[in-house]
Nanobody, 121 residues
Framework: QVQLVESGGGLVQAGGSLKLSCAAS????????MGWFRQAPGKEREFVAS????????YYADSVKGRFTISRDNAKNTVYLQMNVLKPEDTAVYYC??????????????WGQGTQVTVSS
């Protein structure tokens, strides 16, 4: 079992930046591949980015490629999502998830509670 706690969300103007953090409870954090998803009102939860446990392979949704960067610090049991050039359509609750690299929600075993990101136009 691993507990995940996201932070760093907030309100930002279009074109601005935010950095989300997700702290994991387990010392074995380094053994988990990690992902970020988001869910806008009335929409399905969608994949944003993932990072492998081993070689640091990175994967992104086309909609965020070139603007968002996922990274991890195993010493701090934390995964990050740096979001630049934010757009109003990036507005959503952002969730951290553990134990997969995939783009499909059900592949992930553990989830955080989410952090709200709102981008104003």
């Amino acid at each position: 079992q691993v507990q995940l706690v996201e932070s760093g969300g907030g309100l930002v103007q279009a074109g601005g930046s935010l950095k989300l953090s997700c702290a994991a409870s387990r010392r074995t954090f380094s053994t988990y591949s990690m992902g970020w998803f988001r869910q806008a009102p009335g929409k399905e939860r969608e994949f944003v980015a993932s990072i492998s446990r081993g070689d640091g392979s990175l994967y992104y949704a086309d909609s965020v490629k070139g603007r968002f960067t996922i990274s991890r610090d195993n010493a701090k049991n934390t995964v990050y999502l740096q979001m630049n050039v934010l757009k109003p359509e990036d507005t959503a609750v952002y969730y951290c998830a553990a134990d997969s690299l995939g783009r499909i929600r059900k592949e992930y075993a553990y989830w955080g509670q989410g952090t709200q990101v709102t981008v104003s136009s």
